[in-house]
């Protein structure tokens, strides 16, 4: 992490609680972040719940005034019209969405999103002032046939291709790695959320490439989440299991308090 970046602790629920747990779960990692003293200037946490939930963690969230974030796990690239199913950047920004994570290694895999749609839907998070989280990331196979940096560097210039520079977030998601227990290491993360960086910088310039947030994810957890935050191009994460554990993600949230 750099200090002129704010680390963001990002918990992607999947398809996991319904609005009830949600609003149980959201009350609790609040007052758990609360009686810590946790400083949300100093590191931002994201919930990233299923749609049906997001009306509840929006009262829940402004009525009790916590200062947590919030957004979609997909979009649509489309505003509005005869699309079954689908949910448009705008109904997400209407319910005070800030984030949206977009084209997870999931979407790409089980529902053939490619990194055509990925740039679809970043456009159209962009038209509805939501931030798009970007997820890239390379399978074990590509791996093994292209080495560590090519396909998240690919997935990435294809996502941002004829979009103007704009805030977004990156997050670095070797597949292998999600949901294995199996995390990266610390070195391996650096080196590619660096060589993300360094092509961000090629397309948007220094500017954009300094300022933007790359996330890590993949396995994270209290326990390994500083070895990432230290790494000078690791800026938060992205969590997926340990997202739904009350403890365990508020810890995560407080890794200043482990990090030396
Ligand atoms: P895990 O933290 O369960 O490995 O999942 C990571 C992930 O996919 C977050 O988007």
């Known amino acids: 992490m ?6 963001l602790i990002a918990g992607n629920w ?14 609790k990692l609040a007052w758990t972040l609360r009686d810590a003293n946790h400083d949300y200037s100093t590191t931002e946490v994201a919930l990233f719940p299923p749609f049906t939930d997001l009306r509840s963690i929006q009262n829940l ?47 790409r895999q089980f529902h053939a ?27 074990e196979a590509d ?6 940096s090519a396909v998240p560097v690919s997935q990435l210039s294809a996502a941002l291709s004829g979009i103007a520079a704009s805030e977004i977030v990156i997050a670095y998601e070797p597949v292998w ?24 910088t090629e397309v948007w310039g220094v500017d954009s490439g300094e300022s933007t947030r790359i996330l890590y ?5 209290s326990g390994n989440i500083s070895s990432f935050m230290r790494q000078p191009d690791v ?16 810890s995560i949230c407080r890794f200043l308090k482990h990090v030396v």
């Open 61 to 107: 969230i402004e009525g009790d005034k916590f200062s947590l974030a919030y957004g979609g796990q997909d979009l649509s690239m489309h505003d509005t019209g005869a699309f079954t199913g689908e949910i448009s950047g705008g109904f997400l920004r209407a319910l005070g969405s800030k984030y949206v994570i977009i084209g997870h290694s999931e979407r």
């Open 113 to 139: 999103e490619t990194d055509e749609v990925v740039r679809s839907k970043v456009e159209a998070a962009l038209r509805h002032n939501l931030i798009p989280i970007i997820c890239v990331g390379e399978t």
């Open 143 to 148: 791996l093994a046939q292209h080495g560590p």
């Open 177 to 200: 790695a999600i949901g294995t227990g199996k995390a990266a290491t610390e070195e391996q993360a650096q080196q590619v959320c660096s060589a993300l960086r360094i092509a961000l």
């Open 14 to 27: 999947k398809m996991n609680l319904d609005h009830l747990q949600a609003i149980a779960f959201t009350q």
């Open 2 to 7: 750099a200090v002129n970046r704010l680390p």
């Open 235 to 250: 800026d938060g994460a992205l969590v997926g299991g340990a997202s739904l554990d009350v403890a365990e993600f508020s």
């Open 217 to 221: 994810g993949g396995s994270v957890k």
